[in-house]
């Protein structure tokens, strides 16, 4: 309504400005212009006269200058009927304008305006989140164009994983990190990452690919609190609550003291407590009458077709792994090529979590694997010999031979 009272009186103050000079009259009237001009006449013919007389002008041109004056004068006089006539006629525009400006303005109006764009609600349907997001957005894929033409830039990756995480575009966060995870090997901040966005990709579930990147990260960094939470994580939707308990309970014990994040762990670590009583008390593991024994003899070497490919300062990692689920090393032992070849033992004094023990499986898989860079996840180029399946009763000496390579 106060719009249409403010262009109300918008187009009245534009009448009050054009319509009276289209409507006044003239300012002296038809009979003094007239007179006006009958005067002017006969002062004219007085002065054509007394030049007359005084021998000015001959009667020739004295007829022909009256004649001239006389047809001036009869012009004067038509012009101004003419004038007046004409004004009278030109007001025709002023109906025009006070009539039709306003029907077609308001016609035009019901066809493309929008009454509600002036209302509080269209004001505030403008939402600043709403510009930032689309700000967001036209930044984001000006990076992804970006790394169309320079691929292999890990931290541009990592950047664009996490801007589309933070816009919920997780299938775009997905190959993004994978691109990061493809140029920067087994780092944990990256795997956690990745596997964080391919769990919400998937409706937040932690199984297979995920669990296995978080494990691979809480093997390099046991103490990292992310690893930690999501490992907890995973082992509750597994339906492991004694592990998920006691991961996030060093979780808690990392946590600075009564810190928000802190005080949610402990929410949540009350609440499967209350669900699952049998998780605030670890279990004591019931092993076979043998597994306080659990000795795995490993002999180690080297092929010769292989022996140009390695340096004397490799590192050889030799370890046991689960015939199936997360590939964390049961066992591990670090040494040399120039060590080689060796026989080592593998027990359970070498697990790098207590929840992941050789003498808590029946059988395992063995391997010794040759890696230049001395990273403990493999690599491709990594030299490796394997022993797919060997029972932890098994007492014999196991011989792997290196004599291959990782693709």
Known sequence: MLFLLIVSVLILIAFLLIVPPLWRKQTVQDSDLDQRNILIAQHRLAELKENRRSGGLSQAQYDAQLADLEQALSDDLDIKSHASSAQSQGRWVVYLLVIGVPLLAGSLYLTLGNSQAISHSAEMAVDPDTLKLAEINKMVNGLAE???????????????????????????AVDAFANAYRLLGDQAEVMLLYADTIAYANGKNLAGKPTELIFKALALEPDNMNALWLGGMAKAQQGDA?????????????????SDAQQEIQGLLAKIESEAPQAAV??????????????????VSLAPELQKSANPGDTVFIYAQALSGPKMPLAIVRKQVSDLPLTVSLNDAMAMMPNMKLSKFAKVKLLARISKSGNAISQPGDLIGVIDQVHISDKNNHKIVINGKVK
């Open 146 to 172: 970006k790394m169309k033409a320079n691929p292999d830039d890990a931290q541009g990756w990592l950047m664009l994983g996490r801007s589309y995480k933070v816009l919920e575009d997780y299938p775009k």
């Open 242 to 258: 004694v592990a998920a308990v006691k991961l996030w309970k060093k979780l808690d014990a990392l946590l600075p003291p009564g």
């Open 282 to 299: 670890e279990p004591e593991v019931t092993q076979p009458t043998n597994a306080p024994g659990v000795v795995i003899d490993v002999q």
